[in-house]
């Protein structure tokens, strides 16, 4: 059996305080809770309230032009 494994890219989470996490892959929004939820470095499920986070920018390259900054539609 093959087992094919992508890498998932990392993503930096800024918060409104300067603090930067990184996740495994791009952090989903759960509109419900009005959180992001990600997988940390170390695999745990973690979240964070949308209004904490400035910018969610892909890991590899802070400054891509391709990384989002997320704000809820209202």
Known sequence: MLL???????YNIITTSGRVMTSQGKPKYDRENSVFVFKDVHGE?????????????PGSDKSDPTGFNPKPSR
């Open 4 to 10: 094919f494994v992508g890498c998932a890219r990392n």
């Open 45 to 57: 499920e973690r979240s964070i309230p949308a209004g904490s986070v400035r910018q969610i920018a």
